[in-house]
């Protein structure tokens, strides 16, 4: 045996030696699903290129910047009180993109502009501990429970608020503990990157003044703010973060408090509704955003408790989203019915109707957080193949491709999306989407090197790894040839795996030319095991496939949509061909898909490369995320019976 051949053995032994280490210290079964406790961790991105580069570096290049320079962010803390209810938010997002934009480009004039942001919000904190935009009578402080129907706005539609001021009903409004919740979020994960006590500090004499009016034996949390109280719940998350910065018990008590005052409250009880395995429809009226928010906090508890029953709470309601509230733009839909709050709350699914439904940016944006965190705990491709579904469908559905303007809904379908340039809550939470996938693209998860994303891409890489980069090339999502290039300093042993894209045909893989075994493990990732050296190629062999998906919406219409791979394809719709419904006079049973998906047929646009004609009609499918503009808007879901 010569010295080279030996080497190889040893390193070979080496390593599955380490992998068993690594497995007998980890897996466990909770709450139906496998974790982790080492997780999935991110490797360093340092460059995105294609669809997925085009679109973050429009917000980085523009809206950032628009947003950043307005005196939008800072303008209401600084001048009490500030312009509008939840004016308070915007700067917690903006520092939570502008931390992952900033770890990946290095670029410091982003740093600069938070470091000048971070510096004159924390100049307005009051003695008290509040930083807020609320004038002294509307604090929180003074109205805990929103008793004060003349107290600032909230979600509720202005026609009903203006009735029942007139009837002199009282309204449980206000949005003061929300920015408190946001600017806890923002400020320590601005203190993640760049530590300072001082951040610490002002985290804590926030959290202690939530404490001292909705502690123990003080006022009800869940009687301020709007939706039975879920929107005010939502500062969970942020006391909990508070928590694993600092150790203090007293947050993690609050944050018990939280969810104890949740619990007590039968028009919430969002964890009971849950482990009894109900729909997301009941608590707080369904709203979409709000509930999946106060479900991060949930599994940020699980994390630092252990205790199984905030899982279980996470997992179930995510089955539910899922099976039951996701379109297949990958968007959280909501309608306005008779048993919920308004038109940003879930609705149940037989009630679904494509032209009355929408899905809010902040769903989009908080939807993918929850699908990666499970992902981190869990490695299980299928939560990101949901978060990549939502991010190349609907997210850039929201975003108009100049890089300032936003939508805050946008309907699977419509004729026109309705862009914006101004501030509203969508507009600052979807670029946290986008920051939170570039974040994600490669990573390590029990010793393995995990890549997550098939977009063209480059990541650095760890010394477990040999250093150096690794490269993905390729024309993602746009196409399915991907190539991944190992440029590791060091020749290692380890396994490498990759995740095949939702609706996707994995027919094999090669390296530097040969085919070789690859098998998929029970996490939803193709392995290789190999020494690894610079310059090794992997080749992926996948092939998008055509995918329709029936949809039971209102008065037993059906409704049918196709997806290409992980793309939703719709019509570019506008007034004239609107009304057009090629399904409806085909003669299959509704499940019978596959007769739906034979009549697309191949076509050609000048708008994509990815372009389907139905047969007998003159409608073409093309992606999504593409048929939005000034003048049209998608056509996604078709009457099929």
């Not at 018990?256 to 997301?280: A, Y």
């Not at 029953?309 to 019915?337: C, F, M």
């Not at 019978?592 to 009549?599: D, F, G, P, S, Y």
Request: charged share 25%; hydrophobic share 35%.
């Amino acid at each position: 045996m010569n010295r080279n051949a030996g080497l190889s053995i040893l390193r070979i032994f080496l390593a599955t030696i380490a992998l068993l280490i690594f497995q007998g210290n980890t897996t466990k079964i909770k709450s139906g699903v496998v974790v982790n406790p080492l997780k999935w961790e991110s490797l360093q991105t340092i460059g995105e290129e294609g669809v997925v580069g085009e679109r973050v570096n429009l917000w980085r290049n523009n809206r950032f910047w628009f947003i950043g320079e307005s005196g939008y962010l800072i303008d209401g803390f600084e001048k009490r009180p500030g312009v509008h209810p939840w004016q308070g938010e915007h700067l917690g997002k903006w520092l939570h993109a502008g931390v992952i934009a900033y770890k990946i480009t290095g670029n410091e004039k982003i740093k600069k502009a938070m470091d000048e942001m971070v510096k004159r919000v924390l100049a307005t904190q009051r003695a008290d501990g509040y930083i807020g935009t609320y004038a002294d009578e509307y604090t929180f402080m003074v109205v805990p429970e929103s008793t004060d129907p003349k107290s600032i706005a909230d979600d509720i539609e202005a026609s009903e608020r203006k009735k029942l001021v007139e009837t002199g009903k009282n309204i449980r409004g206000g949005w003061d503990t929300w920015t408190f919740r946001y600017n806890i979020y923002g400020l320590l994960t601005y203190e993640e990157l760049f530590p300072n006590e001082k951040i610490v500090e002002a985290c804590k004499k926030m959290a202690d003044l939530l404490i001292e009016v909705y502690g123990v034996d003080k006022y009800d949390l869940t009687k301020y703010g709007t939706r039975k109280g879920i929107s005010a719940t939502t500062v969970l998350e942020s006391i909990v973060m508070l928590y694993q910065r600092t150790g203090e018990k007293k947050y993690l008590d609050f944050a018990k408090e939280i969810v104890e005052m949740s619990e007590n409250n039968p028009d919430l009880r969002l964890m009971g509704t849950m482990l009894e395995n109900k729909s997301v429809v009941h608590p707080g009226e369904g709203k979409g955003y709000q509930l999946m928010s106060n479900l991060i906090g949930y599994f940020r508890l699980y994390q630092v408790t252990d205790n199984e029953k905030y899982l279980r709470t996470v997992v179930n309601a995510w089955d539910d989203i899922q099976r039951n509230h996701i379109l297949v733009t990958g968007g959280p839909w909501s309608q306005k019915e008779e048993y919920n709050g308004n038109s940003e709350c879930f609705a149940y699914t037989d009630d679904f109707n494509p032209e009355k439904s929408h899905v809010e940016g902040c769903c989009d944006a908080t939807w993918i957080q929850l699908c990666t965190q499970l992902f981190e705990l869990t490695g299980d491709a299928k939560y990101y193949n949901e978060a990549e579904i939502t991010l190349l469908n609907s997210v850039y559905g929201h975003q108009e491709i100049e890089g300032k303007e936003w939508c805050y809904y946008i309907a699977p379908n419509s004729t026109k999306p309705y862009y914006q340039e101004k501030f509203h809550c969508c507009g600052s939470s979807e670029p946290r989407a986008l920051e939170i996938y570039s974040d994600h693209f490669a990573g390590s998860f029990e010793g393995h090197l995990s890549v997550n994303t098939l977009a063209p891409s480059t990541v650095a890489l760890s010394d477990h790894f040999g250093g150096g980069i690794i490269q993905i090339k390729g024309d993602f999502p746009k196409g399915s040839v991907t190539n991944i290039v190992l440029g590791n300093k060091k020749t290692k042993y380890f396994t490498l795996e990759f995740r095949v894209p939702a609706y996707t045909s994995f027919n094999g893989v090669k390296v530097n030319g040969k085919s070789v075994d690859a098998k998929i493990n029970n996490r939803g990732f193709v392995e290789i095991d190999k020494e690894w050296s610079k310059g090794d190629v992997v080749a992926i062999d996948m092939e998008f496939k055509l995918v329709a998906t029936v949809q039971p919406g209102k008065n037993g219409q059906k409704w049918i949509a196709f997806n290409y791979g992980p793309l939703a394809l719709a019509q570019k719709s506008n007034a004239e061909n609107f009304k057009v419904e090629p399904f409806t006079n085909v003669e299959f049973v509704w499940y019978e898909t596959n007769k739906a998906v034979k009549m697309l047929k191949p076509a050609q646009s000048s708008v994509s490369n990815i372009a389907f004609y139905i047969e007998n009609s003159d409608v073409t499918l093309i992606p999504f995320y593409l048929t939005g503009s000034r003048t049209s808007g998608p056509k996604t879901y078709f009457k099929c019976n």
